[in-house]
């Protein structure tokens, strides 16, 4: 491939094959060097579920996964509006307490980031460094935003909305506030509300306090946190987050395709024990009951299978907890002693299914390749 990396990623070395330095700190082309500096303080701050937490239906607070481009912001919540503006018949302004005075939805929603599983991709994108696990589940609290948008009243030359949060930092060279669009179709297909509580609870500051955006369905990128403004505006919104990240791209060239709805995965609970360095899994001979989750924001998961050693055989599953959120499965497994490989693959309801290797993209987004977790199973103790 001969693609000029700083087209994406102004600033920085054509290739980076050598760690990123301090001075030159920031995303950068694909990699298949070792992780970097700037991968690994990413790392550091942008935590992932724990995989054993996949046995809770709902993510218990602090172990559902963060994405933070820029910094949390500080905000006062007595002194904090949300402003929807721009090409409306009538610009409104909202306190916290208005909107928790507006009809109340609590949607469980299964969020993802569009980032998860670029780490496995051979070369790797230079971004945050996701594993599987940046995935999470929770009860949102909110009211929708359909018809807030209704009551500003929109101009006829109105396309989208921008959706803005209160952090600002510089990415690809541009300083820009976090931002994001959407169109009104999109908006009401997807049930979007303005959430102020996670399970019960005000929003923590780490995910959008005092009121984020919520998107059901769609990668995370969308469910704008520190939601300070809606705009309407008359031409499609070409902010960062939009227009250059989030795209399915080959090549820096390209324009791409936008990134918007989640692709099928399941996970499992890994088995047995795991070695402290490796975290490879050890366990007992006999029968084993697996399970885990699957979800996607096409349609409902409709079937899952668990691949041992590359037989692959059904899961049972569960109710999923809702429309936009994930369903437990589980499967019996007569484990054998020896090293094996295990491995889950969903299906949805469009017959999406998750491929056996990954499919390769610039940015590394929505890599829902089949999990793989390798097993040594003991003999039973005497
Ligand atoms: N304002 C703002 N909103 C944001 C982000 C951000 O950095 N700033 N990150 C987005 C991304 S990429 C994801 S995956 C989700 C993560 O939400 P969480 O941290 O609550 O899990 O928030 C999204 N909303
Ligand atoms: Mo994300």
């Not at 990413?42 to 709902?58: F, K, S």
Request: include cysteine; charged fraction near 20%; charge should be negative.
């Amino acid at each position: 491939m001969t693609t000029q990396w700083t087209t994406v990623f102004p600033g920085l070395p054509e290739r980076q094959d050598e760690p990123v330095t301090h001075a030159a700190r920031g995303s950068g082309g694909p990699t298949d060097g070792p992780l970097t500096d700037a991968e690994l303080q990413l790392a550091a701050r942008n935590h992932a579920l724990p995989l054993e937490i996949l046995r809770e239906e709902v993510t218990p607070p602090g172990l559902h996964y963060l994405l933070i481009h820029f910094d949390i912001p500080a905000i006062d919540a007595g002194s904090w509006r949300l402003s929807v503006a721009g090409a409306v018949q009538r610009e409104l302004s909202f306190s916290l307490e208005d909107l928790r005075a507006r009809p109340a939805v609590t949607v469980p929603v299964t969020l993802e980031c569009a980032g998860n599983g670029r780490s496995l991709l051979r070369p790797r994108p230079l971004s945050q460094p996701w594993v599987l696990e940046a995935v999470g589940t929770a009860g949102w609290t909110g009211t929708p935003l359909a018809p807030i948008l209704r009551e500003a009243g929109l101009h006829d030359d109105a396309v989208e909305f921008v959706f803005t949060g209160a952090d600002r930092g510089i990415q690809g060279g541009r300083e820009e506030d976090y931002a994001r669009s959407l169109t009104l179709e999109d908006i009401e297909r997807q049930g979007a509300f303005l959430a102020y509580a996670m399970n019960g609870a005000p929003l923590p500051p780490q995910h959008g306090f005092p009121v984020r955006l919520m998107v059901p369905g769609w990668y995370g990128m969308t469910s704008v946190k520190w939601l300070s403004s809606i705009e309407a505006v008359t031409r499609p919104f070409d902010g960062y987050q939009q227009a250059v990240a989030y795209r399915y791209l080959q090549d820096p060239q390209e324009q791409g395709t936008p990134v918007n709805r989640i692709r099928v995965r399941s996970l499992m609970v890994p088995p047995g024990i795991p070695d402290f360095f490796t975290r490879r899994r050890i366990v007992d001979s006999g029968t084993v009951r697996l399970q885990g989750r699957a979800w996607s924001g096409h349609g409902t998961v409709e079937s899952v299978e668990m691949g041992v050693d590359g037989t692959w055989s059904p899961a049972e599953l569960e109710p999923a907890l809702g429309g936009h959120a994930w369903r437990g499965w589980s499967v019996s497994w007569d484990a054998e002693p020896g090293d094996h490989e295990l491995r889950c693959r969903a299906t949805d309801s469009t017959g999406a299914v998750q491929p056996l290797e990954p499919e390769w993209n610039l940015q590394g987004m929505g890599n829902n390749v089949a999990q793989r977790v390798e097993v040594t199973v003991r003999a039973p103790r005497v």
